[in-house]
């Protein structure tokens, strides 16, 4: 089997992620995959891959890969001025690298995290149903851990040309909002909330406050959780509870007062009480926001949650945001 692309640079955090493995949590193995799942699917999509391959995921700058054979890439997520041998190429389109192309990122702009998809995918044995790295357990992807100068990964042999892609900029703007925001002021961004489970840990200000008062996104921000700063959350007496599971996006409210949203590498229990739930649709917003970036609580019904959730699984079902180069 031949070597596909070589590593030259890995960037600030670069790893193996698809969507996840799903059915272990009860043994304390975190789903993990790509954080911004949007756009992992977006770039899968561009390749005529199935929506799950796996993807390279990279976090705030960007690496550099020599390329050993010829494949079809897509670039989707923030921008990180991506370069072939020196020259622009484009994001959110299908591109054919040769033998020796090599293919350069630089520091995102716009956004936190872009993924790199390649045609056929990474050729790598799933761990648990799952490509995707677990970096705090060390197992999937490649060797469990972030890429490296030097490593080398196998793809998938180009066997048949792939149609080229684009993707129609008319797709909601709500999926793709770090589009158009500029990487040096401050973005404010709408993040909606369902409140729960333990809400009733709150007072009726605390919960005024989460959806009035910006929070900043921290420094200490991961691929577990984005925490946040601001004003503190009041509580009835203490945020202590007996540990229970935590979802995705479950918004934990830490002894401080300050909310933390837990994200695709969260521990699968925690002792805070958790005042609500970031809507799926929302995730990826949050996944792409960089630290300083404000955020703004807007508190919704399951409802109105699952209405726009249905949307848009519809989107992608239809794939209705890709056309033919030149069409």
Not at 54 to 81: C, H, K, N, W
């Amino acid at each position: 089997m031949d070597v596909g692309i070589e590593i030259i640079s890995s960037g600030a955090l670069s790893s193996i992620q698809d969507l996840g493995r799903v059915g272990y949590q009860e043994y304390g193995i975190a789903p993990t995959g790509a954080c911004d799942e949007v756009s992992m699917i977006l770039a899968n999509q561009l390749v005529s891959n199935e929506d799950g391959e796996a993807v390279i995921e990279m976090t705030l700058y960007g690496g550099s890969f020599r390329f050993l054979q010829p494949v079809y890439v897509a670039i989707t997520g923030a921008d990180m001025s991506p370069v072939r041998n020196k020259k622009p190429v484009a994001m959110y389109e299908t591109i054919l690298m040769q033998r020796d192309d090599v293919l350069e990122f630089g520091f995102a702009k716009g956004g936190c995290r872009t993924y790199l998809s390649f045609s056929g995918g990474i050729l790598l044995p799933p761990v648990m149903g799952s490509k995707s790295t677990n970096l705090s357990c060390k197992f999937g992807g490649l060797c469990g851990r972030e890429l490296r100068a030097f490593d080398q990964l196998n793809l998938q042999p180009l066997e048949q040309e792939l149609p080229l892609f684009q993707l129609k900029m008319a797709y909601p703007n709500r999926i793709l909002p770090f589009c158009k925001f500029s990487f040096f002021s401050p973005r404010s961004i709408p993040i909606r909330l369902v409140l729960g489970p333990q809400a009733e840990y709150f007072t009726e200000k605390g919960i005024e406050t989460l959806r009035n008062k910006p929070y900043k996104i921290s420094l200490d921000s991961n691929r577990m959780a984005c925490k946040l700063e601001g004003d503190p959350v009041e509580c009835i007496r203490n945020t202590d509870i007996l540990s229970d599971g935590i979802a995705l996006g479950s918004v934990q409210i830490s002894s401080n007062g300050l909310p933390i949203i837990m994200l695709q590498d969260r521990q699968t229990i925690g002792g805070y009480a958790k005042i609500a739930t970031v809507i799926s649709v929302d995730i990826p917003l949050l996944a792409q926001l960089i630290p300083g970036d404000l955020v703004n609580f807007m508190i919704v019904t399951r409802t109105e949650a699952l209405k726009v959730l249905k949307r848009q699984l519809h989107l992608r079902r239809r794939k209705a945001y890709l056309k033919k180069k030149g069409v």
